[in-house]
């Protein structure tokens, strides 16, 4: 049975001109996984938030949009909240309470159930994600991942019969990803929850996939099962959202049926291809170096940094992987100057950094920008913050969004905004914590092209990241953090071969012969 | 107090509450003798590791010092500071307050120890569930608040903002960091919103669940401390319980009703305390060696 029709679908915003979508036409059927992809902007968030009324943005909207033969608009408040289930991107601002049980609770509540039916529904969620043992907790006290969790679980607690998800992995490390969709998978397959899923990178979902929609300027360009999908070559925008078995499948020409998952692709490509490593090379100045450094946040606190090494030399490009919490945001914070450690040694251009003094570190020698690049812009506009600042010579043109208040701006521009911002300083030394999150393959692009450019002048990065595949394009060398401490430190191409969970799908595919 | 602190929330607001309020009524320095031996018991077995009750003791001293200072009624003097008497009653007027200020005090602490935010909404349901919905949500604000503020100034540092300087300029530099702050509140309070409305918040009337039960051993100390509160009280209402201060010292009339109340009110008063040592030798003696 079809529980949503969508027929020649347009939605125009208030206040735009162009269209957000255009002409959609589709159906899903009763259990069925559906993933939409396409770039930042092409209308995936949109069309979620029409199939949820709760959410449906102001505006003109044309065609039919039909839940279970009834039109999403007049369905009841009840039934919407009840049946139709959303979990968005960011984890941390879509939980309400300040408990996990009170979380667990909300939708049942909200619904007024009888006390029994709730217990129950709320005890079955909690068993089956595993929350039993953080029942009780504080909500703040999750991890991003178990966060995220937590928005699925409250959600199912009202048994609803389609789920929509926009970018809800996109904040997560690739171990919490792989958890959280494997966890949505296994929902669909056991409850026949019908999903509907908005990603960028379909690395995880496109096994699980029954229904691929690429959407490109609010038009469908491509519907059908996966296979099926990717039977022809796709456009270049659409190849660049698959995951790696795809992209070097229709990149290395070579003909058959199209690999989707890793072990796929490794029948094809294991032992044909030939080692080919990028150039990685630097000066041997130092600029940093960070010898048996502790940090703890407070004096009855646990160690974040236990005795932590580091150096980091000029015009290197260095990734610092770890799993989420690991504290690799304090290593970066207490290289930067901006958390004070307790014992050891940070020299900066073989300068002490206490003996920077009244802020000239950041004058034009180190700069940082942190993960929620939000907090780069204080003024009304993105331009504020740009006041004497030759706009030409920033490596991304952000001419564009100036005017636009920095909400309104999408999270990838966003991001590439912040970066000219804290680059803008002229800086040598630059630290990024987890800088391409909810970044898209194009955005991404760019962002590599600037890290290599600045490079090539001798300016150094020290880079948190999950995301392996950056690193195979612009690291130099490449840290694992583990217990505070920074375990092990190689090139770019050494750590990845070597690494059997934190390396590319390209990597695992090919040997290690190619990153 | 892991007795007391497992039981339901409304017998130890009701504890709490009436001992807070018989002692501060008969102000009678035997009543608050009493209760301050039970509230530094209860503390000292409340705290954590490194707590001390330094800043209590500091508040205990001043309250006593000030009075007999400031005050120049009383029968008795006892020493002359120029002209001004310090009269015995004075002394032992601010002695009593101060012990009863620090016994509340112990008493506060102990409470908020034992009352986590999950307790306190569990007592205001009945009243108002969207009420407890917004205290829960309240909570989690506050730190998540804080966090991001803390991020904004060390962002701004990192890219080169100076906040310091002038007086003028560090107040534009704060305006500007509590304005991002403020924008970033309204904009994730949209996506709570949001969130909220998604899950069925406002299509009806909202319920409450919590999972406080009834044990039988509360059960027991509520009809306890009922009868304990009675048997303070009602003498009170034939005898004078209360202590006179001024003109002259004067302890009220020892009969058999008020040696019931004060006896009650002892009992009251280390009721938890009493229950909590039963509870642990239960357990050591007899669920321990199943």
Partial sequence: MEILTVKDLSFTYKNAGAPALSDVSFSVSEGEFVTLCGPTGCGKSTLLRLIKKELTPGGELSGELLYKGEPVKGLPGRISAEQIGCVVQRPEEQIVCDRVSGELFFGAESLGYPRDKAYRRAAEVSSFFGFNDVFDKKTPELSGGQKQLLALASVLVTSPSLILLDEPTSRLDPVAAADFISMLARINRQLGTTVIIAEHNTSLLLEHTDKLIFLEDGRITACGTPRGVLETKPSHKVLSDMPAPVRMFFESGKTGECPLTVKEGRKIFDGTTAAQYRNTSFGEKEVLSLKNVYFRHKRDGKDVLKGLDMTVYEGEVRFVFGGNGCGKTTLLRCAAGLAKHYSGDVRVFDKKISAYKNGELYENKVSMLYQDATCVFTHETVGGEFKGVDISCLPYDISGLLDRHPYDVSGGELQMAALCRVLSTGPRLVFLDEPTKAMDAAAKRIFVNTVLKLKENGVSFVISCHDTELAAECADTCSMMFDGKLICTCKTEDFLRENRFYTTDKCRMTGGKLI | ?290
């Fill in chain 2, 1 to 290: 107090m892991i007795w007391f602190k497992s039981c339901n929330p409304y017998i130890t607001l009701l504890y709490f509450l009436s001992v807070t309020a018989l002692s501060a009524v008969y102000n009678n320095p035997l009543y608050t003798a009493v209760t301050l031996a039970s509230a530094l018991c209860m503390f000292i077995m409340c705290r954590g590791r490194g707590k001390t009750a330094f800043g209590f003791f500091m508040i205990f001293l001043l309250t006593f010092i000030v009075n007999p200072i400031i005050s120049k009624k009383g029968a008795t003097p006892l020493i002359f500071i120029g002209s001004d008497p310090i009269t015995l009653e004075a002394l032992i007027y601010g002695l009593n307050s101060a012990s009863l200020i620090a016994a509340v005090l112990f008493l506060f602490y102990c409470f908020t120890d034992i009352t986590d935010s999950e307790k306190l909404m569990y007592m205001l349901s009945p009243f108002s569930a969207s009420f407890a919905l917004t205290v829960s949500a309240v909570l989690r604000f506050f730190p998540l608040y804080v966090r991001q503020a803390e991020q904004i100034s060390e962002q701004q540092t990192a890219a080169g903002v100076r906040g310091g300087g002038s007086i003028p300029e560090r107040v534009r530099y704060g305006g500007r960091i509590f304005s991002a702050l403020s924008t970033w509140a309204l904009e994730n309070g949209i996506v709570t919103a949001d969130s909220m409305e998604c899950r069925g918040y406002g299509t009806g009337r909202r319920s409450f669940y919590s999972a406080y039960g009834f044990k039988k051993s509360d059960g027991v100390f509520l009809l306890t401390e009922i009868l304990l509160i009675a048997g303070a009280v009602i003498p009170s209402f034939f005898t004078s319980c209360t202590y006179e201060y001024y003109p002259g010292l004067r302890f009220p009339e020892v009969n058999a009703l008020f040696i019931t109340s004060a006896s009650c009110y002892a009992l009251l008063v280390f009721l938890p305390l009493i229950f909590e040592i039963t509870d642990k030798i239960k357990w050591k003696f007899l669920l321990s060696k199943i």
